[in-house]
C-alpha cells in the first residue's frame, strides 16, 4: 500500500472511531438523562404517595380535616396536599390530592400526583334533630335530650347544632326531663319546657317518612339500595355485626351493627358501647329496643321503638315505628342523648370500611390513583 493510501485508510479509520467515541458519548449522555428523568420522576411520585398517606393519617384522628399542605419539605422534595369533598360512584367521598415536587424551582422541576377517594361522613336529610321520630313520643325522669352541637366525647361545641326533637306526632314533656338545642344561630340551654323554637311536633315529612335504616341514608341516591346495610353489617367489614339473637353481640360495636328480630321482637337491657351504626330493625318495623341500661355508643342509632334511655348516646336517634310501644317513652331515668355531627359523620364515613376502627394506619380508602 504505498503512503497516500495508508495515510487516506488512517484518517478513515480516525473519523469512523471519532464517530464511534461521539455516538457512545452521545449515548452515554442520553441514558445518564433518561436516568435522571426517571430518578426525578420516581422521587416525585414517592414524595405524593408519601403526601397522601399523610393525608390519610391525619384523616383517621379527624375525619372534618380538609386544611392540607403547601409546599412542605418531604424526602428532598416537596409536598402540596388538597381535600375536597365530592362524591365517586354515586357515594360521599373526600378526594386527596398529593402533587410531589422534586428540583423545586429548576427548569429540572419534575411533579407527580397521586389521588386517594376516602369514604367521608355526611348527616343524613332524615334526621332533623337530636332526636327524630314517626310517633308520639314522651320523655320522663331526668332524660336530658341536647341538640345543641358536641363533640363525639360528648363535650359542648357552642354556636351550630339542630333542634332538641323532630316528630310527626306529639310530645309530651314530663317529670324533671329537659330538652334543648339550636335554632337560627342561638344555642338553647336544655330546659323543662324546651324552647319552641327546637321542638318540632306534628311535622310533615315531604315525600313520606323512611320506611327503612337505608332510606334513612338517602337510599339509592346516595349508594345506599336497600339492604345495603345489612350487607355490610353480615360481611363484618370493620368490626360490623349481623344478628337475630342480639346476646350473640359482641362489644364493642364498630362499623355497623344491625340486630333484626322478629316481629314484635324486643331487645332488653342492653350495653351500648361502641360506635358506629346501631340499628335494631325488621320488615314490619316494630323491632324494639328497651332500657338502654348502660354503655356510651357514639354514631347514629336507627331503631322502630326506642324505650327508656338510661344512659349515654352522643350522635343521633332516628325512630321508624308509626305505632311504638309504651306511646314511646323514649326515656325515664337518667340519660343522655346529645347531638353530635362528628360522631354522626364518622359513622356513616366509616361505614362498610376496613379502616372504620379509626385507628392509626386504617384508611378504608376505596379508590387510589397515580
Not at 429548576?106 to 337530636?130: D, H, M, N
Not at 333542634?163 to 314530663?174: N, R, V, Y
Not at 337560627?184 to 318540632?200: C, E, L, Q, T
Request: proline share 4%.
Amino acid at each position: 500500500m504505498g503512503g497516500r493510501a495508508l495515510i487516506v485508510t488512517l484518517l478513515g479509520i480516525m473519523v469512523l472511531s471519532a464517530s464511534i467515541f461521539y455516538s457512545i458519548t452521545r449515548s452515554s449522555e442520553d441514558l445518564m438523562k433518561n436516568v435522571d428523568k426517571y430518578y426525578l420522576r420516581q422521587s416525585a411520585q414517592n414524595i405524593a404517595q408519601s403526601g397522601a398517606n399523610l393525608a390519610l393519617r391525619q384523616l383517621a384522628t379527624d375525619r372534618s380535616w380538609r386544611t392540607g399542605f403547601t409546599l412542605v419539605d418531604m424526602l428532598d422534595g416537596k409536598v402540596t396536599v388538597r381535600l375536597v369533598d365530592t362524591t365517586f360512584k354515586t357515594k360521599y367521598v373526600t378526594k386527596i390530592v398529593s402533587t410531589g415536587i422534586t428540583n423545586y424551582g429548576k427548569s429540572s422541576e419534575r411533579q407527580e400526583t397521586s389521588i386517594a377517594y376516602l369514604p367521608s361522613g355526611f348527616i343524613p336529610a332524615a334526621l332533623k334533630a337530636a332526636i327524630t321520630t314517626n310517633n308520639p313520643i314522651r320523655t320522663l325522669g331526668n332524660l336530658t335530650i341536647d341538640g345543641r352541637e358536641h363533640g363525639a366525647d360528648g363535650s359542648l361545641i357552642p354556636g351550630s347544632g339542630t333542634l332538641g326533637i323532630w316528630t310527626t306526632k306529639t310530645l309530651s314533656q314530663s317529670g324533671s326531663s329537659k330538652i334543648g338545642g339550636h335554632f337560627s344561630g342561638v344555642d338553647y340551654v336544655p330546659a323543662k319546657p324546651g324552647n319552641a323554637n327546637i321542638i318540632a311536633t306534628n311535622s310533615t315529612w315531604p315525600d313520606g317518612y323512611p320506611g327503612s335504616p337505608d332510606s334513612v341514608l338517602g337510599g339509592t341516591s346516595q349508594g345506599f339500595p336497600e339492604g345495603t346495610l345489612k350487607s355490610i353489617a353480615q360481611s363484618g367489614i370493620g368490626g360490623s355485626q349481623y344478628v337475630t339473637n342480639p346476646s350473640l353481640l359482641a362489644a364493642p360495636f364498630r362499623g355497623v351493627t344491625y340486630v333484626e328480630l322478629p316481629s314484635g321482637g324486643l331487645w332488653q337491657s342492653m350495653d351500648i358501647t361502641g360506635s358506629g351504626i346501631l340499628i335494631v330493625h325488621n320488615s314490619a318495623k316494630n323491632a324494639g329496643m328497651k332500657n338502654l341500661n348502660s354503655g356510651t355508643f357514639r354514631g347514629l342509632v336507627i331503631a322502630d321503638d326506642v324505650v327508656h334511655i338510661h344512659t349515654n348516646i352522643d350522635g343521633g336517634l332516628i325512630c321508624l315505628a308509626p305505632s311504638p310501644s309504651e306511646g314511646n317513652c323514649i326515656g325515664n331515668g337518667n340519660g343522655n342523648m346529645f347531638y353530635s355531627s362528628e360522631a354522626i359523620s364518622s359513622a356513616t364515613g366509616n361505614a362498610g370500611n376496613p379502616g372504620a376502627s379509626g385507628n392509626g394506619s386504617d384508611s378504608g380508602v376505596i379508590a387510589w390513583w397515580e
